[in-house]
């Protein structure tokens, strides 16, 4: 049952009556249970992601005889073929929230997790300004206005693939130049700014969109079509309702790889050719760190540093030089 919710949504655990439903008047007894001192836990706000299928695995088990050894070997039970990373993150880090929780209402002691090891993360080399003008030629060669769209937005305003696929008209403002990407990876929006060259071909994505989609929407309340083309309609207009008209990050991934062949460069995955090189050419144009990290929406200084920036080669001359600025032999 455990591993089988793991990314469970809140509706699909709740059906599988790991919980009971909620009540308005929602008592905890003295000593609660892993799953009650859960739904209490979210029941005050507690973040719910990662959670669901921890619940399942403890279950009924009482808060209090739950320790450090048996919060390791869930996080192994759940994610076996996961990095020490993952586990901490997507295993540890919410069982300790619960544990806490109940620790501060007096239902069992605070205790010390011990966690996985993990291994430093190798940067990745983020796409140069030649390599994007390389990718930019090719997609204007093979006519794909999508793509070259869609790695330009992500490389410019440092938005993940999920959230660029998703991104709808009605999220964009051409006039202000702005983009509100819903319910981010920390679950929250958040605005983005384009820029001209951005903006621009987001533009020619919207040409003749709303006779397309006025099209597409009366045919598709027309009395007398079958339920198969019915099914085809709707996901054409879902698909044109989305900015890059991509339903999938997979399609997105294959396409960049294609274009990549084409022009004879170095394939770079969504998140490289988009967060890494946003993060990066940020830092090399003189911009701040704090300024960079808020206009991608990283809020992790030590995540920004150690992931997402890659020191200048021969960094050491480079100081060097600059120090060199200052005379200290004039009197």
């Keep these: 049952m455990a591993n089988a919710l793991v990314g469970a949504s809140p509706e699909r655990f709740n059906s599988q009556l790991i919980l009971p439903p909620s009540q308005e008047n929602f008592a905890v007894p003295g000593e609660p249970t892993f799953a009650e001192a859960a739904r209490h836990y979210l029941k005050g706000g507690g973040e719910a992601r990662y959670l669901f299928p921890i619940i399942a695995y403890f279950g009924e088990t009482p808060l209090k005889s739950i ?36 620790y501060e209402h007096g239902w069992c002691n605070r205790i010390s997790i011990r966690t996985f090891k993990t291994e430093k993360p190798k940067r990745k080399k983020p796409a140069s300004a030649i390599w994007l003008h390389s990718f930019m030629r090719q997609c204007q060669k093979d006519d794909l206005p999508h793509v070259a769209a869609i790695v330009m937005f992500m490389a410019t305003t440092g938005a993940r693939i999920s959230e660029a696929v998703n991104l709808r008209w009605d999220q964009v403002d051409l006039t202000s130049r702005t983009a509100l990407l819903l319910k981010t990876k920390t679950s929250t929006n958040s605005q983005r700014y384009l820029t001209d060259d951005t903006a621009s071909r987001m533009r020619e994505l919207q040409a003749n969109l ?3 989609l006025a099209e597409l929407r009366g045919a598709l309340s027309a009395p007398d079509v079958k339920p198969k083309t019915r099914r085809w309609l709707a996901r054409e207009i879902d698909r044109h309702d989305r900015v890059f008209r991509f339903t999938s990050r997979h399609s997105v991934n294959e396409r960049i790889n294609a274009v990549c062949a084409r022009a004879d460069i170095p394939a770079k995955p969504p998140h490289t050719c988009g967060r890494h090189t946003y993060a990066n050419w940020a830092i090399e144009m003189g911009l701040d760190i704090t300024t960079a990290m808020k206009g991608g929406g990283w809020e992790s200084t030590s995540v920004f540093l150690e992931i997402y920036v890659r020191p200048r080669e021969n960094s ?16």
């Design 67 to 102: 320790y450090p050894a048996h919060l390791r070997a869930m996080a192994e039970a759940l994610y076996p073929n996961h990095k020490g990373v993952t586990k901490n993150r997507q295993a540890l880090t919410p069982a300790r929230a619960v544990i806490l929780h109940g």
């Design 210 to 212: 709303p006779d397309v």
């Design 316 to 331: 050491g001359r480079i100081v060097a030089d600059r120090f060199n600025l200052h005379d200290f032999t004039a009197l």
